[in-house]
C-alpha cells in the first residue's frame, strides 16, 4: 500500500491532496500510546522519555497537544502540565477495528480543519517478548516513501477509474490500518514487557526467599547451639558442685 500511495502521490497535480502536502509546523499533536496499567517493567518509562524528547527537539513557537491512550500517560503527562486534549482509557479490554476506525477519523478531521499541522506517534513495537523497540512516526500528513536500495524502476500502472479517486479512497483506509497496526503492536509489546517483568518479579523473589531461608536457618542453628551450650555448661556446673 506504501508503494501503491508513492507511485500515485508523485504525480503532478496530485501533491496537493490534503491528507499528503506536507504543511508548516506551528501546531504538532503527538498521539502517545502507553498502558492502563502497570507491572509492566520500563514500557511505559521509555514511552515517557521519548515524549519529552520529541517534545524538547521541536522549534520554538511550534505548539505541541498531546492526545494519550492509555491511563499511564495521561496521569504523567497530565500531573506535569502537558497540554493533553484527548484522554482515552479502557479500550484495550475490548479493543477493535472499529475503535481504531473512529479514533483514525477523528485524527484527519481535526487535521483537516487545520487545527494540527502535523501529527505524529510515539508507541512500542513488539519485538521479542523481551524486547520492545519505541517508534516515533509521522502520521499525517502521510509521509512519501523511502527510496528503495538499489532504485527500482516505477511500474507503469493503469489506473480506474484514476489515480486522484483512488488515492482520495486509499487514503483514509491507509491512516486506519497504520493506527489499528500501532495499537496492536503497542498492545503486544505490553504484555511481552508484562511477562517479562513478572518473570523478573518471580525469579528475583524466589532469590530473595532463598537468602531469608538459608539466613533463618543460620540463626534457628545459632539458637539451637547456644542452647546446647548452656545446658551443658550448667551440667558441668552441676557435676563439679
Same mark, same amino acid.
Given at each position: 500500500?506504501?508503494e501503491?500511495?508513492?507511485?500515485?502521490?508523485?504525480?503532478?497535480?496530485?501533491?496537493?491532496?490534503?491528507?499528503?502536502?506536507?504543511?508548516e509546523?506551528?501546531?504538532?499533536?503527538?498521539?502517545?500510546?502507553?498502558?492502563?496499567?502497570?507491572?509492566?517493567?520500563?514500557?511505559?518509562?521509555n514511552?515517557?522519555?521519548?515524549?519529552?524528547?520529541?517534545?524538547?527537539?521541536?522549534?520554538?513557537?511550534?505548539?505541541?497537544?498531546?492526545?494519550?491512550?492509555?491511563?499511564?500517560?495521561?496521569?504523567?503527562?497530565?500531573?506535569?502540565g502537558?497540554?493533553?486534549?484527548?484522554?482515552?482509557?479502557?479500550?484495550?479490554?475490548?479493543?477493535?477495528?472499529?475503535?481504531?476506525?473512529?479514533?483514525?477519523?477523528?485524527?484527519?478531521?481535526?487535521?483537516?480543519?487545520?487545527?494540527?499541522?502535523?501529527?505524529?506517534?510515539?508507541?512500542?513495537?513488539?519485538?521479542?517478548i523481551?524486547?520492545?523497540? *519505541?517508534?516515533?512516526?509521522?502520521? *499525517?500528513?502521510?509521509?512519501?516513501?523511502?527510496?528503495?536500495?538499489?532504485?527500482?524502476?516505477?511500474?507503469?500502472?493503469?489506473?480506474?477509474?484514476?489515480?486522484?479517486?483512488?488515492?482520495?479512497?486509499?487514503?483514509?483506509?491507509?491512516?486506519?490500518?497504520?493506527?489499528?497496526?500501532?495499537?496492536?503492536?503497542?498492545?503486544?509489546?505490553?504484555?511481552?514487557?508484562?511477562?517479562? &517483568?513478572?518473570?523478573?518479579?518471580?525469579?528475583? &523473589?524466589?532469590?530473595?526467599?532463598?537468602?531469608?531461608?538459608?539466613?533463618?536457618?543460620?540463626?534457628?542453628?545459632?539458637?539451637?547451639?547456644?542452647?546446647?551450650?548452656?545446658?551443658?555448661?550448667?551440667?558441668?556446673?552441676?557435676?563439679?558442685?
Amino acid at each position: 500500500m506504501k508503494e501503491l500511495l508513492g507511485d500515485i502521490s508523485q504525480v503532478p497535480g496530485l501533491m496537493g491532496a490534503d491528507l499528503i502536502a506536507p504543511r508548516e509546523v506551528k501546531n504538532l499533536a503527538i498521539v502517545v500510546i502507553t498502558s492502563d496499567r502497570g507491572f509492566c517493567g520500563a514500557f511505559n518509562a521509555n514511552i515517557f522519555r521519548a515524549v519529552q524528547a520529541h517534545f524538547d527537539a521541536q522549534p520554538p513557537g511550534v505548539h505541541v497537544s498531546l492526545l494519550c491512550v492509555g491511563k499511564k500517560g495521561i496521569d504523567y503527562f497530565t500531573k506535569r502540565g502537558y497540554n493533553v486534549i484527548a484522554r482515552h482509557i479502557g479500550i484495550y479490554g475490548s479493543l477493535t477495528f472499529s475503535w481504531a476506525q473512529s479514533f483514525a477519523a477523528d485524527l484527519i478531521a481535526r487535521y483537516l480543519k487545520g487545527e494540527f499541522d502535523r501529527i505524529d506517534i510515539i508507541y512500542n513495537e513488539f519485538k521479542s517478548i523481551a524486547q520492545q523497540r *519505541i517508534l516515533v512516526e509521522q502520521c *499525517i500528513p502521510i509521509p512519501p516513501p523511502l527510496p528503495s536500495s538499489p532504485p527500482k524502476k516505477p511500474a507503469d500502472f493503469i489506473y480506474e477509474p484514476d489515480r486522484a479517486g483512488i488515492l482520495l479512497s486509499i487514503l483514509p483506509r491507509h491512516l486506519n490500518f497504520q493506527i489499528w497496526r500501532t495499537l496492536l503492536e503497542s498492545t503486544t509489546a505490553e504484555e511481552g514487557a508484562r511477562m517479562a &517483568a513478572m518473570d523478573n518479579a518471580t525469579e528475583n &523473589a524466589r532469590e530473595m526467599i532463598a537468602t531469608l531461608q538459608l539466613q533463618y536457618n543460620k540463626a534457628r542453628q545459632a539458637a539451637i547451639t547456644k542452647e546446647l551450650l548452656e545446658v551443658v555448661s550448667g551440667a558441668e556446673a552441676l557435676r563439679s558442685a
